[in-house]
């Protein structure tokens, strides 16, 4: 019987991408679809998504928040859950939100639906949890962003330190002589990890002497490549004689420098750029993008183990800060 896993080996793609192709997700590129689907014909599969249910909804369950269909740090994150996750008698629920959506509101429906053991949010605002979290009842471990100030029994955390790593991407532009910094990321209202990021900026500017403008230096964008593209072309417009900057992710790092080009400025021998994520696409892009390196094979195992210890053994609440790291590229260069 041939399986999805099969069809992942066959085809070349992850088990979570050809996931994505059997549900019919827009957030696949062309080709791969076309070649997983070639796959799926050649051999007349068929997902049961009947029993896929009835299996979901009768037996061990554990269900993903994933915040962000474009965030390919998630999207390892998941691939990686989904291989631990398979080594068990568990099952997988994973919902893709909005990155603006309510991600608390989703999994008291989720509960209430589906019935799972527990829960893992990739993403998370902690104003949601504060407001709506006491009606979740099971364990959940939020990932990549800390919950240790908010102090729900049930609730623990798995993150990187957001304002340490943007404070060290910056201070990375600083070291190569740049002073004049642009900085794109979300909106700090609505982005947690935005807000950290952006203290972690401010931080780096208040320790090199320098005044950041948020008003002229910071310009908002969603996570995704359009999205960034748009968001530099503003920047730019305003700031037109900014040498470097820092992207709040590699997705945005990469739709920095595509609009850099398009304008045809040279990365990095007119403008330096940096993002954040460390993914894979960030080390074979060209140029090599700088950019700080989350560990995303730790914080997948650590959140799945710390969810197994709330759920089988009554654990209590851990809290766990994953070190991050430097990964230096091409796409900076110095300019003293």
């Known amino acids: 019987m041939v399986t999805i896993k099969d069809i992942a080996r066959e085809s070349g793609y992850s088990v979570s991408t050809v996931s994505r192709v059997l549900n019919h997700r827009n957030d696949v590129s062309p080709d791969a679809k076309k070649k997983i689907e070639k796959v799926v014909a050649a051999y007349n599969f068929v997902p049961n998504n ?5 299996k979901q ?7 993903v928040l994933v915040k962000g269909i474009q965030n390919m740090l998630f999207a390892s994150i998941v691939e990686e859950i989904q291989c631990m996750i398979e080594n068990t008698d568990y099952t997988l629920i994973v919902s893709y939100l909005d990155e603006d959506a309510d991600e608390v509101e989703q999994a008291v429906l989720l509960c209430r639906e589906r019935k799972p ?3 893992l949010f990739l993403g998370g605002n902690p104003e949601y949890f504060k407001k709506e979290f006491a ?3 099971v364990p959940c471990v939020l990932v990549t962003n800390l919950a240790d100030q908010m102090d729900f029994p049930n609730l623990s955390s798995v993150a990187t330190d957001d304002i340490a790593a943007a404070k060290c ?7 190569a002589g740049h002073t004049k910094i642009g900085i794109l990321g979300g909106d700090i209202e609505k982005s947690y990890t935005s807000h950290q990021r952006f ?11 320098t005044v950041f403008v948020p008003e002229k230096s910071y310009e908002k964008a969603r996570f ?10 503003r920047l730019i417009a305003r700031c037109p004689d900014i040498t470097a900057v820092f992207a709040m992710s590699d997705v945005m790092a990469i739709g920095v420098i595509r609009a850099l080009r398009d304008l045809e400025y040279r990365v990095p021998e007119d403008v330096s750029v940096i993002g954040f994520d460390g993914t894979a696409l960030a080390e074979y892009y060209n140029p090599k993008l700088a950019t700080i390196k989350q560990q995303y094979q730790t914080l997948a195992t650590r959140s799945v183990e710390i969810l197994f210890g709330q759920i089988e053994l009554k654990r209590s609440q851990i809290h766990e800060i994953v070190p991050f790291e430097l990964a ?6 110095k300019i003293r």
């Open 135 to 137: 009606q979740v009842d």
């Open 169 to 175: 991407a910056v201070d990375a532009l600083f070291d």
């Open 57 to 63: 909804s009768n037996s061990k369950s554990i269900g």
């Open 117 to 119: 053991l527990g829960l």
């Open 199 to 209: 203290i972690g900026c401010q931080q780096s500017f208040l320790e090199h002497d």
């Open 224 to 233: 995704s490549y359009d999205s960034a593209y748009r968001g530099m072309k």
């Open 328 to 333: 230096s590229g091409e796409s900076i260069q």
């Open 50 to 54: 009947n029993a896929k249910h009835l």
